[in-house]
């Protein structure tokens, strides 16, 4: 069966960095789903690659064919930038085929997938695929070495936000708060406090055992 694998943790959990480290294991072999978003595109990053740069107007087409599978409105300084995930064919599941005239059931294998987003965008992804399909990968650290590692990675900013710093920490603890978790059923956890060798070999060997 295809699975998606979902990524999910609070800021400085190192959720971005076992993304990324997964996405690249040739071993995996996971296709990432590739986010569509209203923002501009930054130097370096490349159109379907990063991210599928589209205007307000796109958006709202695929919504009024109901290709929007979840969407999320960040108000930033520049206006209102949009990111959302879209039914948009990429993403091949496995599914089985009708019965030829010998009885033989015939199947298209699909692929894996990978993404990364909230609480709130896992449950509305795996309500769309179905839970058998959608895994969900939540990734935890201590909150005061979450905070430290934060901290540390703010200072190294040209302009350091500490008011923003404290902004999100104190969302993530709302967004991620236990009752939160417990709602999405995610049971099982993955500890990120120590080294992140530890923690990534963890989640390749749970996805190997899957896939």
């Known amino acids: 069966m295809s699975r998606i694998f979902y990524i999910m943790g609070k800021s400085a959990s190192g959720k971005d960095k076992i993304y990324g480290r997964l ?4 071993n995996l072999a996971l ?3 590739v986010l569509y978003t209203t923002r501009p595109i930054r130097e370096k990053e490349t159109d379907g690659v990063h991210y599928h740069f589209v205007d307000e107007k796109t958006l709202a087409d695929f919504a009024r064919r109901g290709k929007v599978i979840e969407r999320r409105d960040y108000r930033t300084v520049a206006g209102i930038w949009s990111y959302a995930t ?7 599941l496995e599914r089985k085929m009708p019965a030829d005239k010998n009885g033989t059931e015939s199947g298209d294998r699909g692929e894996n997938y990978i993404a990364i987003g909230t609480l709130e965008s896992y449950r509305k ?7 058998e399909v959608v895994c969900p990968i939540y990734i935890e650290v201590e909150d005061g070495e979450r905070l430290a590692r934060a901290l540390k ?3 190294k900013q040209a302009a350091p936000n500490y008011e923003e710093l404290c902004r999100r920490f104190l969302a993530d603890s709302r967004d ?3 009752e939160n978790i417990r709602k999405t059923g995610i049971s099982r956890r993955f500890d990120n406090t120590g080294e992140l060798e530890v923690c990534l070999k963890e989640v ?3 996805i190997l055992g899957m896939i």
């Open 204 to 206: 390749e060997e749970m």
């Open 125 to 131: 992804i795996r309500d769309y695929y179905g839970n």
């Open 176 to 178: 991620f708060s236990e």
């Open 153 to 155: 990675r703010e200072k």
């Open 86 to 92: 879209v039914d948009d064919g990429a993403v091949r």
């Open 31 to 33: 296709k990432k789903i």
């Open 23 to 26: 996405a690249a294991n040739e």
